[in-house]
């Protein structure tokens, strides 16, 4: 149990565009999904939290018009980077999680690639 | 100072050998203690959580606590092969604005058979 999935798992666009990636939880309502950002050889940094129906609470010096969250449902959260640049490049991991402060559930992650 | 410290290693061992890992922060409010394994490339997966301080075991896997020094540690025994990850500490408050994860940087762990 307690699967999140994520697709793309690996994109490539150019710059200018508009990429959107979506985080489900398969086997599980997610009170509240999480969208972090990976450097290599760094740690997660959280970009967002997200509950459902409501809207998402960035982080500091997240662009909040740059990085659109939905989350239109318990299993369902989008997060769309537009006009994307290549500074934008990165690996996007979300997570979700039931209701127990414990538990946390990470996606496979998306790799992101502005050309 | 950052809020949790970890050494980023790399740490190479031999098969068999008893692994140890820490992590020491600063924020007291923290109550909630996790530990995620990382493959390359993969989303990270929660090995073990603990709450306050206290040591937990799961297999081979033990987590401890000391809030009284602000230091956590995983100890894993037996290590194979398949343990060569990167292990994340994470931590938490309770309620209100301390529902968020902060992570340490992840230690790199290789065992070599």
């Known amino acids: 149990g307690a699967v999140v999935s994520q697709h793309p798992s690996r994109v490539i666009c150019k710059s200018g565009t508009s990429v959107k990636i979506e985080c489900r939880s398969l086997d599980f309502q997610a009170t509240t999904m999480f969208w972090y950002r990976q450097f290599p050889k760094k740690s997660l940094m959280l970009m967002a939290t997200?509950?459902?129906?409501?809207?998402?609470?960035?982080e500091q010096g997240v662009e909040k018009d740059k990085f659109l969250i939905n989350h239109a449902s318990l299993t369902l959260s989008t997060l769309t980077v537009t006009s994307a640049h290549p500074e934008d490049s990165s690996f996007y991991i979300c997570?979700?999680?039931?209701?127990?402060?414990?538990?946390?559930?990470f996606g496979p992650g998306t790799r992101l690639t502005v050309t | 100072q950052k809020e949790v410290e970890q050494d980023p290693g790399p740490l190479s061992v031999p098969e068999g050998a008893i692994v140890s890992l820490n992590c020491t922060y600063s924020n007291s409010a923290f109550q909630y203690f996790m530990w995620y394994r990382q493959y390359s490339r993969k989303g990270p997966e929660l090995l073990m959580y603990t709450y306050s301080s206290g040591n937990k075991e799961d297999g081979r896997f033990t987590a401890q606590v000391d809030k009284s020094s602000k230091y956590i540690s995983l100890f894993i025994r037996d290590s194979q092969p398949s343990d060569s990850a990167t292990y994340l500490c994470a931590m938490k408050g309770s309620g209100g604005s301390n529902y968020k994860l902060t992570f340490g940087k992840g230690t790199l762990l290789t065992v070599n058979p």
């Open positions: 997570s979700a999680q039931q209701g127990n402060p414990y538990e946390q559930y």
């Open positions: 997200s509950n459902e129906g409501s809207k998402a609470t960035y």
